[in-house]
């Protein structure tokens, strides 16, 4: 699992880019535990830590409308 020093870093950078944490937790997290489940588990801590982080500066860097991704998935369903 993600170690606290990592959500503890993750968190940081929500602050910084003035971002609720706990959405970007949950997603993050539920990816981490995707990769391990197709993957395997981690060989070690720090590339657990290493995908949330890269996963949590991703969701920071690019987010994602909520209204937008419905209407497009409306679009899609419609089409």
């Known amino acids: ?41 981690f060989e070690t801590q720090m590339d657990a830590d290493k995908l949330f982080l890269m996963l949590a500066r991703t969701e920071l860097d690019h987010p994602v409308d909520d209204v937008s991704t419905r209407l497009s998935q409306r679009a899609w369903i419609s089409a």
């Open 1 to 41: 699992m993600i170690s606290k020093a990592a959500m503890r870093q993750a968190e940081t950078l929500c602050r910084q880019k003035q971002q609720v944490y706990a959405r970007i937790e949950r997603k993050c997290i539920t990816y981490v535990r995707m990769s391990e489940s197709v993957l395997g588990p």
